[in-house]
């Protein structure tokens, strides 16, 4: 949970606890790194941002809250410091028709396989790649961290509505650069049941 | 109800993870009743499942190096602390030489005939410039007995240190046969 209570680590760094940077390194670690990660998709690029983002946890130890959990803050810290990263290499991302066209010419193949196949999980990530940051960071904090829409708006600092517009739109955009073979799986029924 | 309204409430309620109410009742049966908005729900629900699958995919089998604690330590509490004294005098150094270099700024950027900006021009060198030659458009509204009779006021003196580049002139006209000097009186 985002919002649970930091069992103090933050308070025992602003006292000068030598051992409480390393258990607040140690327990945040991991999610700081997957979420640079996803963004990035560069495990060097990842970890380079992870410590960035810790050392300056450490700067502002003293400005962090104490009551309340580091995890949005951090969360925040690393999504600006991967847009930032991002944008001074200048990253050039492919754009996403010319990949479509590549990865998946064969469309002959059955719906359900099409669905399972990893080409569809590849053009996809590229798309998640050309989606707006703040999409992207939706994307990411609520399917892949599997925070709720009122955690994600807390550490994207924006209402809950507007996470919720966000998200929606990501998944408007997904599906608009899917190929047309690729949106329609015959038969796919949905039953009260399932949902 | 329509397919459309249908399709907006169940993808929120599904794609967004919000649990089904007794409002979801009259959508659950539209889409029992409708094959299209069946289809449609089963692409939006494939789309969800391969996007968590797809950003599961993006970070799996991979963790940040043992390195990384090392690294961070070396740029924070193993950093050396500077006694207060060190850090108020490099705090004060700063200062000063900001301040130095911003007057040195100024006093490039306003000196007359700068080199590094030819075309600027200290506001004290323009107005003095101004009481002694006023400008043309100035010159042609005044009456043509004043204009020739134009005396240069007395200016003030230069900034200590400053060159006199300013030129009076009692001669408001061109002689015979030359072109009229533009900025001067005629």
Redesign the interface.
């Known amino acids: 949970m985002v919002t649970e209570q930091p069992d103090g680590l933050v308070a025992r760094m602003t006292l000068g606890d030598p051992d409480a940077f390393e258990e607040f390194f140690a327990k945040y670690e991991r999610p700081v790194y997957i979420t640079a990660l996803a963004i990035t998709r560069d495990p060097f690029l990842a970890e380079e941002i992870m410590q960035d983002c810790f050392v300056k946890a450490y700067r502002a130890r003293h400005r962090l809250r104490t009551d309340r959990s580091p995890l949005p803050w951090l969360h925040r810290v690393t999504t600006n410091l991967c847009y930032s990263r991002i944008a001074r290499r200048r990253m050039i991302l492919e754009p996403i028709t010319t990949l479509i066209s590549n990865r998946v010419a064969d469309l002959t193949s059955g719906p359900d396989q099409v669905v399972e196949s990893l080409e569809i999980i590849e053009v996809l990530q590229r798309a998640i790649d050309t989606l707006p940051p703040k999409q992207q960071t939706a994307v990411i904090l609520y399917y892949l961290h599997g925070y709720s829409l009122a955690q994600s708006a807390e550490i994207a600092r924006c209402n809950v509505g507007t996470m919720k517009s966000r998200v929606h739109y990501a998944l408007k955009a997904l599906r608009s650069r899917l190929p047309d073979e690729r949106r329609a799986p015959a038969g796919a029924k949905v039953s009260r049941r399932e949902l | 109800m329509s397919c459309s309204q249908a399709r907006r409430q169940?993808?929120?309620q599904?794609?967004?993870?919000e649990e089904?109410t007794y409002r979801s009742g009259p959508h659950?049966a539209h889409?029992?009743s409708c094959a299209d908005c069946?289809?449609e729900?089963?692409?939006?629900?494939?789309?969800?499942e391969?996007?968590?699958?797809?950003?599961?995919?993006?970070?799996e089998g991979?963790?940040?190096?043992g390195a990384?604690?090392g690294?961070?330590?070396s740029?924070?509490?193993d950093q050396p602390v500077w006694p207060w004294a060190v850090r108020v005098l490099h705090w004060r150094g700063m200062v000063s030489a900001a301040a130095a270099a911003g007057m040195m700024i100024f006093a490039v950027a306003t000196a007359p005939q700068s080199r590094l900006l030819p075309m600027s021009q200290s506001p004290f060198v323009a107005s003095a410039a101004r009481r002694v030659v006023p400008p043309v458009e100035e010159a042609r509204v005044w009456p043509t007995a004043l204009s020739s009779k134009y005396l240069a006021p007395q200016t003030y003196p230069p900034l200590p240190g400053w060159p006199m580049r300013i030129y009076v002139s009692d001669e408001a006209t061109p002689r015979d046969g030359e072109p009229p000097i533009p900025g001067r009186m005629q």
């Open positions: 169940l993808l929120e599904f794609a967004l993870g089904f659950l889409l029992e069946r289809r729900m089963g692409i939006d629900r494939e789309l969800v391969n996007l968590r699958r797809a950003l599961r995919g993006r970070v991979y963790a940040p190096s990384s604690w690294q961070i330590r740029r924070t509490v």
